[in-house]
């Protein structure tokens, strides 16, 4: 009997497992299509920025993220085309200035979103945004010809946010 109960015992203390530390930064494995970069920095009270930049443009966004299972959703604080800016009318600089989206707000199982990630490790994967599958792979400029001299520099690789 007590070995019973040291067995039952043990395993409910191996069977409870804390919850990932996800704070902090992630990052872009690869430059996306050779120019864009995504960077989003998680912190503790469930708010996040989110930094998308590459050829011209630059998008400074922030909002709050919510975990369930190995799911990550990210909800901005603006909704589609809002436009953040600092006075009352908009000027030049302000529609240039990119921080808005154009992603839908979406909801599943109860949550509302913009983006959603899968958390595999210290690494976050990308769910495509029209199909809502799981991002396989993205086109990335590579150094690499295709034959000795000549032939295209792009290369399909696996694109995920690591973080840093």
């Known amino acids: ?6 067995i039952l015992i043990l395993l409910l203390l191996f069977s409870c497992k804390p919850q990932k530390d996800l704070q902090g930064v992630y990052k872009t494995n690869k430059a996306e299509l050779g ?8 912190k503790n009270n469930n708010e996040f920025n989110y930094v998308f930049s590459g050829d011209l443009q630059h998008t400074e966004l922030s909002g709050f993220y919510k975990i ?3 799911d990550l959703y990210l909800k901005f ?6 436009v953040e800016y600092v006075h009352d009318s908009m000027t030049i600089s ?18 509302n979103y913009h983006l959603k990630y899968k958390i595999q490790g210290n690494k976050l ?7 809502g599958q799981l991002k396989k792979k993205s086109k990335v400029y590579t150094n ?4 000795l001299f000549f032939g295209p ?5 696996r694109i995920y946010l690591k973080k840093i």
Not at 1 to 6: D, E, G, P, T, V
Not at 94 to 111: P, Q, R, T, V
Not at 125 to 131: D, H, L, S
């Open 1 to 6: 009997m007590k070995i019973f109960n040291l």
């Open 35 to 42: 120019f864009f970069v995504t960077k989003i920095d998680l």
């Open 68 to 70: 369930s299972g190995h």
């Open 77 to 82: 604080n603006k909704n589609k085309g809002e």
């Open 94 to 111: 302000d529609i240039l200035s990119g921080n808005y989206h154009h992603y839908d707000l979406k909801s599943e199982n109860g949550i």
């Open 125 to 131: 994967f990308a769910y495509g945004i029209k199909n």
């Open 144 to 147: 690499q010809s295709k034959f």
């Open 153 to 157: 520099r792009w290369k399909n690789k």
